[in-house]
């Protein structure tokens, strides 16, 4: 007999723009990294995508998380060279950051257990699962990465 297979059914589900989610990349949990504060994830992420601090600076003084990820994503700025292959590096230190200066972040992560973690973004194959439920749903592994880590913990 076949077995029915649960993990998406239990599967945590969060967007990464939801801001009452402290799985969200745009949470108002302000972290301390590379000398800097950064507001969000987000703002740690879209600044590390491009050259010198001119365009970094203006992404690091929006307000929010949201206008920080437009500002990271206009079409006339070019991106570090490699940054498609240091993407997921730059997004796990800003989440790991996160969660080791917020216990409310560490113990929503623990709560997890070991359920799937999915990013539900239609649009986004590469940090969330898109429409059609295809995608890499990268930013859910980086959480569970970091929840590995810190259940393996001594």
Same mark, same amino acid.
């Given at each position: 007999? *076949?077995?029915h297979?649960?993990t998406?059914?239990e599967?945590?589900?969060?967007s990464?723009?939801?801001?009452e989610n402290?799985f969200s990349?745009v %949470?108002?949990?302000?972290?301390?990294?590379?000398?800097?504060?950064?507001?969000?994830?987000?703002?740690y992420y879209?600044?590390?995508?491009?050259? @010198? =601090?001119?365009?970094? %600076?203006k992404i690091?003084?929006?307000? $929010?998380?949201?206008q920080a990820?437009? =500002?990271g !994503?206009?079409? *006339?700025k070019?991106?570090? $060279?490699g940054?498609?292959?240091?993407?997921?590096?730059?997004m796990?230190?800003a *989440?790991?950051?996160k969660?080791?200066e917020? !216990?409310?972040v560490q113990?929503? =992560?623990l709560e997890? @257990?070991n359920n *799937?973690?999915?990013e539900?973004?239609l649009y986004?194959?590469?940090? @969330?699962?898109g429409?059609?439920q295809r995608g890499e !749903?990268?930013l859910?592994k980086?959480?569970m990465?970091?929840r $590995?880590? =810190?259940? !393996?913990?001594?």
């Amino acid at each position: 007999m *076949l077995e029915h297979d649960t993990t998406i059914e239990e599967a945590i589900r969060f967007s990464r723009f939801d801001m009452e989610n402290v799985f969200s990349t745009v %949470s108002p949990h302000a972290f301390e990294l590379e000398d800097y504060r950064w507001p969000t994830a987000e703002h740690y992420y879209q600044a590390h995508k491009y050259e @010198g =601090l001119n365009h970094a %600076s203006k992404i690091l003084a929006a307000t $929010s998380g949201r206008q920080a990820h437009e =500002l990271g !994503n206009v079409w *006339l700025k070019r991106k570090v $060279s490699g940054w498609k292959e240091r993407r997921r590096v730059w997004m796990t230190r800003a *989440l790991y950051r996160k969660m080791k200066e917020y !216990n409310e972040v560490q113990d929503a =992560l623990l709560e997890t @257990g070991n359920n *799937l973690i999915i990013e539900t973004s239609l649009y986004d194959h590469y940090w @969330g699962v898109g429409r059609d439920q295809r995608g890499e !749903n990268m930013l859910g592994k980086v959480w569970m990465d970091i929840r $590995s880590k =810190l259940q !393996n913990a001594p």
